[in-house]
């Protein structure tokens, strides 16, 4: 996710998501072998919500208004 101020706030420019991830070949060339085993394993963990992690980052309060473009 890339972020951009916007007056007083920040504006999404882009955000990646999708099937990319879901190739074993993509995650193992972008990824330590170690992290890639565990992202291609049967118990692969969940991505974080890029929304929250935008919050936790730029200390926002919960519940600030979001949106993607």
């Known amino acids: 996710m890339t972020l951009v101020r916007n007056g007083s706030g920040f504006h999404v420019v882009s955000l990646v998501t999708g099937e990319v991830y879901d190739d074993p070949g993509w995650v193992n ?11 291609n394993g049967p118990n692969s963990p969940e991505p974080p919500d890029p929304i929250r992690q935008a919050w936790r980052a730029f200390g926002f309060p919960r519940g600030t208004k979001s949106h993607y473009y």
Request: aromatic share 10%; charged share 10%; net charge negative.
């Open 29 to 39: 060339s972008h990824f330590s072998p170690g992290a890639a085993a565990e992202i």
